[in-house]
Every structure is written in C-alpha cells, then in structure tokens.
C-alpha cells in the first residue's frame, strides 16, 4: 500500500477515474448529434412523422449524456490547477488556450443552441430550428476537435521549446497542426460516430428482440447499420494510419504496445504477439503466442520493415512506460472491438440483402440482435482502451520528452489527495447509477408516437387565432 502515500501516483489515479468517467458522456453525444441531425434532416425532407419521433425520441438521450458529461468534466479540468499546477504553469500558454477555445468556442456553442434544439420545436420556424441541431453538432464536436488537438500537442510538441522550464509558443499554427494532430482528431471522430451507430443499433436491437414498435425502430437499426458500413471499415483504416505514426513518432510506446523488448532490424520479417504475458522485471515475456512475419504487414503493410522496431531494451527503465501488460491488452481490445464491429456490420449488410431486415422479419433475426445489443457498450471499451493506449504510453512523459510526470505534479500532502481521489468516487459512483437509473426510464418509456407534429395544434384550431372565432351556429 505504498502508493497511498505517493502524491504523484494519487494524482494521476484521480485524474485517470475522472477522465475514464468523463469519456463515457462525450462519446456519445458527439456521435448521436449527427445522427440527430440526420433524422431531423429526413423529416423536414420527407415530413414522415416517423422521423419527427426519431428526433424526439433521441434526443432524451442526448441531453442526458450531456448533463452527466458536463457534470463530470469540471472537476476533471480543475485538476489541472490543483494536482497538475506545475504542468499548467509550464505548458498555459498553449495548452490553457487550447482548452479555452474548447470552453469558448465550442461548449458555448452546443449548450447555447442545446435549449433551441430541445424545447423550440414549436416556437421557432423549422429551418431555424433545424439550424440550431446542426449548430449543437457541430460544437460537440468541435470540442472533440480542440481536446484532442491539446493531448495531440502532448504527444508530439511543436510550435516552440521550453526555456527554463516553461514552454514559450513561436508558432501557435504549427503548435495546433502538431504531427499527431489530424490522424487523432479522425480516429476519435470516428471513434465517438461508430459508438454512438453501435448504442443506437443496440437499443433498437433490444426494442426489436421485445417486440415493441418494430416498425419504428427497424428504421433507427437500418439507419445506424447504413452509416456503419462507412464508418467501420474507414475506422479500422485510421487506425492503422495512427499506429504508423506511433511507430515513426513515440517508439517506446510502440514497443510497449507491442511487449517488444528486443529491437527488429529493418529489413528482416518479425511475428507479430497476439497474445502475451509481460514481465517488466525480468525484462521478458514469460508466455507467448505470435504470428509469424506478421509485424511487417501490421506495420507497413509489407512482411520486412523498412526502419527497425526498437525494443523495450533500449531505454532506461525509468525513460520507458513502466504498464507494459496494462498498454498491450488496451491495445489488443481496442483492435478486437474495430474489427468485431466490421465483422457484425458485414454480416448485417448480408441479412439486409437477404430481405431479413424488413419489419416483418428483423424480430426473427435473433442471434444478429443480440449480437447487436452486445456491440452497444463494446463501443466504450474501445474508446477507453485507446486511451489508456494514448497516455499511459505516453508515459513517464507529461510532455513528451520534455517534462516529466513526477516533475508535473503539484507538490500535496498524499492524505489530500486520497480524500478527494475517494470523494471523486462516490461522486461518480452516485452519477453513474442515476444515469442507469434515468436513461432505463427513457428506454422502459419508449418512443411518444401520438405526440403531435410542430404546427398540428395551429391546424386543428385555425379559428384560435381570428377576431370572431364563435361557431357558425352561433352567428
């Protein structure tokens, strides 16, 4: 129980509970705000109610993710001035701007639009509000954009050096369009889109499997799996372009991702571990299965590697990120669940071609729903897995390869930080099974299809609005 009394170790636990908590809000609505846009989009152009109550139905869901994920992501920035002072006080010039824009820019624009986009159907015209649901979209995920540009800058600084300590930006643009900077953005946007196709299809697999509104909700299952079979494929593509760049850009973590302790020369074939036990003190991988020559396709797309892959070995064991077991099982996850996710969407693709998708026939489709319904948090896991991957790789680093997370941490009695850390937990505890709570109302609810289109009330009382609105009779 050593770590009880290390600051540094206390800190970033707490950081890790409160970013690993935050992360499960965010990701779905960044992703389920285009989708909303989407059905909104339909209705207005083909004014089937059907997609009206998509809309509605949806964005329930929505606004509960966003209250929960604002709720949670406060206290986690606030850390940054009181576990994290040091680090703010080297890096605020950039990295405090960057999460200002993010503030300024784009939380203020979703939550601005957000109350438009909920309660202004019958009170502003339908392209305005139509508008406003593009404009909530666009912030969630224009906030994605600046929160991944502020951690791309993390992994691989640029636009300037530290000098005594502090980091001073000659080149703000250069410092934004860092090189991590546009693989990341498009892995994590695709991240949060293929989570939220992956939650909406499971929610309709559910509905479908009770037999409830089968009709309805064969419509949001068709429309999840229609945009699945871009963005499954496009996913996995990134994903390797990302893993290139970890491999040209952060070599340790590369090596960590892989429990890689000896360096492969370029120009030779290496198997790839597919499965492995790490031991960091030994040095070596007490159990392992691999593939042959598999390294170089996984790599390069070709069986030798043009540039070696450094081992483990290289660095100092204090230079190199210590969770090796930690960061190859993330990884490996995280892969999985990109490729299962590619495998249902193509076996679903195959049903649908088949006519079973109809109505009539997709309740029939038992073991594909359930698949389905079992995909729905898979999405997180991912999502979390990738990054645990991204900045426990990282490590020791907080800047990489400039500051140090010993060196980032402020300097607090560890019973302080113990307290908070477990106040943290409660906190997030009692959030977390309220949201359960809650959102099961929502899905135990279901859908209000007798709920009346905007503008229904207006035709049905046409008289409401005229001088002498007294029955005919009556005159």
Not at 48 to 77: C, Q, T
Not at 238 to 251: F, N
Not at 420 to 441: D, H, K, N, Q
Not at 448 to 464: F, H, K, W
Request: net charge negative.
């Amino acid at each position: 129980m050593e770590f009880l009394q290390d600051t540094v170790v206390l800190s970033r636990l707490q950081f890790a509970l409160t970013a690993i908590f935050h992360m499960l809000w965010p990701v779905l609505t960044t992703g389920m705000a285009i989708y909303l846009v989407i059905v909104e989009g339909l209705w207005l152009r083909t004014r089937n109610p059907d997609y009206y109550h998509h809309a509605r139905f949806w964005a329930k869901l929505y606004v509960l993710n966003f209250g929960i994920g604002v709720a949670s992501g406060v206290p986690m920035e606030f850390q940054f001035g009181t576990n994290w002072a040091p680090f703010s006080e080297a890096v605020g010039d950039f990295f405090g701007s960057v999460l200002g824009f993010e503030a300024s820019m784009a939380f203020m624009l979703e939550a601005g639009f957000l109350g438009i986009m909920l309660f202004g159907w019958e009170r502003v015209p339908p392209v305005v509000h139509y508008l406003s649901t593009i404009m909530v979209a666009f912030g969630a995920n224009l906030s994605t954009f600046w929160i991944i540009t502020a951690n791309s800058w993390l992994q691989t600084p640029a636009g300037g050096e530290v000098v005594d300590g502090k980091f001073i930006v000659s080149n703000y643009f250069e410092a934004i369009f860092n090189p991590f900077m546009a693989k990341s953005v498009a892995h994590m946007f695709l991240a949060t889109l293929e989570t939220s196709l992956f939650v909406i299809g499971g929610i309709s697999a559910w509905y479908l499997l009770s037999g409830r509104h089968p009709k309805f909700f064969a419509r949001s299952f068709k429309i999840a799996l229609a945009a699945a079979i871009t963005i499954a494929p496009l996913q996995i593509y990134v994903g390797h372009l990302s893993g290139e760049q970890v491999y040209r850009e952060q070599p340790a973590k590369l090596a960590a991702m892989e429990a890689q302790w000896e360096t492969v020369p370029a120009g030779v074939s290496a198997p790839w571990s597919a499965i492995a036990l790490p031991n960091v003190q030994e040095e070596r991988n007490e159990f392992e299965i691999a593939i042959p020559n598999a390294l170089g396709y996984i790599l390069e797309l070709k069986p030798t590697l043009s540039e070696p892959v450094l081992g483990l070995k290289e660095w100092q064991p204090e230079d190199r990120p210590s969770m090796v077991g930690l960061i190859y099982y993330a990884f490996r996850i995280m892969v999985a669940i990109g490729f299962f996710f590619a495998g249902l969407m193509l076996v679903s693709v195959v049903q649908w071609l088949r006519g079973k998708l109809a109505s009539d026939e997709i309740g029939k489709q038992r073991w594909l729903l359930i698949s389905w319904m079992f995909a729905g948090p898979m999405g997180y896991l991912a999502v979390e897995s990738g990054w645990i991957v991204r900045c426990v790789g990282r490590q020791p680093w907080t800047l990489y390869e400039q500051i140090r997370t010993v060196d980032a941490a402020s300097n607090l009695p560890p019973g302080n930080v113990l307290a908070s850390l477990t106040g943290f937990a409660v906190v997030y505890s009692v959030l977390f099974v309220s949201t359960l709570y809650f959102g099961s109302r929502i899905l135990r609810k279901g859908p209000d299809l007798d709920r009346p289109l905007p503008g229904a009330r207006d035709l049905m009382e046409p008289a409401a609005h005229t001088p002498d609105s007294r029955p005919v009779e009556a005159k």
